[in-house]
């Protein structure tokens, strides 16, 4: 059943179909996150040790290093990357590394910015569709 249908802001374009995987707290994927095992490695984040691999992750933004869209361009290379991403504000650094995934590699990960009230009903663990056009299905 549809619970939620709502038109959100492409910064890559793309669809994907897959599990929520909400981050409490942003993600700096430079050093943060392991391309090879697709786990958050950073110590001191609330999600350490959460896989990240083909989920649609769910977070407010990203956080930081300008490094963080080679680490996404080489999760893509390896298939670990997120399925795609759901940002409650843009992240100019995540596109860049989806794009160079994209360019090089062939795989898109759709990036998304929705709406605080959307972004604030999302649930961990919630089935989520990125359809082409812009609009974001939350099961």
Request: aromatic share 2%; hydrophobic share 45%; charged share 15%.
């Amino acid at each position: 059943m549809v619970s939620e249908v709502a038109h959100c802001r492409l910064l890559v374009e793309g669809q994907a179909t897959g599990v929520a995987c909400v981050l409490t707290e942003p993600l700096s994927l430079w050093g943060g996150f392991d391309p090879e095992s697709g786990l958050v490695t950073d110590v001191h984040h609330p999600d350490h040790g959460r896989s990240i691999t083909d989920t649609i992750v769910v977070m407010r933004s990203g956080r930081g290093s300008s490094s963080a869209s080679s680490v996404l361009a080489e999760a893509v290379r390896l298939s670990s990357a997120p399925a795609a991403f759901v940002l409650a504000e843009p992240d100019e650094i995540l596109v860049l590394g989806a794009l160079v995934g994209k360019e090089l590699y062939g795989t898109t990960t759709p990036i998304v910015v929705v709406s605080a009230a959307i972004h604030g009903q999302i649930i961990d663990g919630q089935r989520i569709g990125i359809q082409a056009g812009g609009v974001i299905v939350l099961r």
